[in-house]
């Protein structure tokens, strides 16, 4: 058995995960029977998994995932009539690989926000970088924003770093010139080289004229959609569905 001593030295180090390792095999009988690579390596395995899920909670919170538990695995299928393969071969995040976007499609209530939270939990387990803002919200930053800076060149540099950014509720609102032409920026800027992960009630050909119906329009729609993965979850709300199984 590892003295105290040599525990505090561990945790110390920021290790208490391999601490918690040594507790666990000291506690059975069968792990202390192996041997000591053996031993070992379950320790090492251990404190692994246990750092990468400390540091996907730290960085799912700092990201503001409106579902911070979510998790691909409880993605309800039956009865709906989605495509399940195509759901789960999104969930890998493949499609970051060469900038591809994602639009996810349906009706309130069908779980929109939700798979794009499971996208961006993978993209954190994979150790990349990603953030969900609804895009009411991030006009409104940028508005917050224009009252002490000149320009947008501040908040577009920070939303166009992510390599996924989830723009929840896209065109749900009316959008203005101002809020059009700040968009074809930020899109621009993301174009090819980030993913940005799109949840709306709207199919892309009714975006072009919520957003205006201008060459600005034009070019949105095509950067957004061109090479897109896109997903539709229909229209059975599964809210209800959960609410009514509960009964």
Known sequence: ????ETRRKLREMGLGEMVEALD??????TSMALPFDERTRMMVDYAYEAKRASSVKRLVQRARLRFSDAEMGDMIYDGRGIDGILIRETGTCQFMDRGANVVIEGCTGTGKS???CCIAKQAFRMRRSARYIRLPDLLMERDELAATERSNAKILKKYARYEILVLDEWLTEDVTDTDISFLFELIERRYAARSTVLCTQYTPAEWHGRLGGG?????MV???VHGSVRINLGDVNVRKLLADGRK
């Not at 060459?215 to 070019?219: E, H, I, L, Y």
Request: zero cysteines; aromatic letters at 4%; glycine letters at 0%.
């Open 1 to 4: 058995m590892i003295d105290q």
């Open 222 to 224: 095509d950067r957004l």
């Open 114 to 116: 939700y798979l794009a």
């Open 24 to 29: 666990l095999q000291d506690s059975d009988a």
């Open 215 to 219: 060459v600005q329009a034009d070019a």
